[in-house]
């Protein structure tokens, strides 16, 4: 990084998608008292940081120029949004909403066949008010990678993928000769399940290296 100080916008989501994990990992479920908590971070971290660093001259973190006017927000993937001419407030409030609002629309029918939780979709929904609308979509297809490499290697490891390959094919059998929408993702049955956390640990870590 070019700056002295690590990115703060990179740490944070480092720590919200870190702690998500380690919750996932303990108790088969991640806070919403978390994800909030982050939320409210990202929404006056910008203000913050304008507060704390700006000057005549100075580039605060994630804003172009200094004061509370007229600061043009180049960070995180928001760079020519649309968003620079607005007041900070409502500017920080509109790229908080784009960000959240494309894994939420993206992953819905993951959702709707309850193949992904809702906490999965609400981390990453939080995590795009941090990486914005461009970074997230490039976040959720790393993380989608990552799960498959590691499903990959634990059902070779564990002999699982038949089972795998069978419960999907008895899954999709079910609807399309039911119609009825049964959950994928079912307690008690683990050879559907992964905690889905860690990939997203492993690809807001490849964020944060620079892959995307």
Known sequence: ??????????????????????MDLRSMKVDN???LFWLIVRVTLPVILLVIRAGPGDVVPGYAGSG????????????????????????????TLAG?????????????????GAADIKLLAVLGSFLGRK???????YTFLCAAVLS??????????????RYLAGWLREYMETGQRQPYLRPGL?????HMTIP?????????????
């Open 100 to 116: 959240m609002a494309v894994p939420m629309l993206l992953l819905f029918p993951f959702f709707y066949f309850r193949m992904l």
């Open 1 to 22: 990084m070019k700056d002295a100080f690590p990115d703060p916008y990179v740490c944070a989501a480092l720590f919200l998608t870190a702690g998500a994990a380690w």
């Open 190 to 194: 683990r050879e559907e399940s992964l």
């Open 152 to 165: 990959l290697l634990t059902f070779l490891f564990d002999g699982g993928l038949q089972i795998r390959v």
């Open 68 to 95: 509370y006017a007229g600061s043009g927000y180049t960070g995180s993937g928001y760079a020519g949004a649309g968003f620079e001419e607005m007041p900070v407030m409502l500017q920080i409030l509109s790229e």
């Open 33 to 35: 008292g978390w994800l």
């Open 135 to 141: 970074a997230i979509l490039s976040c959720t297809f």
């Open 200 to 212: 997203m640990l492993m690809a807001v870590l490849l964020w944060a290296g620079g892959w995307y």
